[in-house]
Nanobody, 124 residues
């Protein structure tokens, strides 16, 4: 059974940085990719970033390109999301997820493993 536990969220001023962590356990390598999504109140779940286990190709949502970086530490079984130059519109609950169905990395319906989420609030 795969378990994903996010941490690292919090309150930060605009322009600041945060690093989110996703501690993984179980057969996470059975997924095709690992990703981060976010959801703000009243909005659709939005793709943030993903990487493939094979070759570590990375993908980013348009709104975070150049500001966010996804990475992994295999020894620690942890996935990270480094977030720089944060903006108030980045405020959301951020979720770590494992893709279990082949398809677009940005399609959250293809992800069968989910963490509980961590709140990120960016003040102006």
């Amino acid at each position: 059974q795969v378990q994903l536990v996010e941490s690292g969220g919090g309150l930060v001023q605009a322009g600041g940085s945060l690093r989110l962590s996703c501690a993984t356990s179980g057969r996470t390598f059975s997924s095709y990719a690992m990703g981060w999504f976010r959801q703000a109140p009243g909005k659709e779940r939005e793709f943030v970033a993903a990487f493939t286990w094979s070759g570590f190709s990375t993908y980013y949502g348009d709104s975070v390109k150049g500001r966010f970086t996804i990475s992994r530490d295999n020894a620690k079984n942890t996935v990270y999301l480094q977030m720089n130059s944060l903006r108030p519109q980045d405020t959301a609950v951020y979720y770590c997820a494992g893709q279990t169905r082949r398809g677009a990395f940005s399609d959250y319906t293809g992800y069968g493993y989910w963490g509980q989420g961590t709140q990120v609030t960016v003040s102006s």
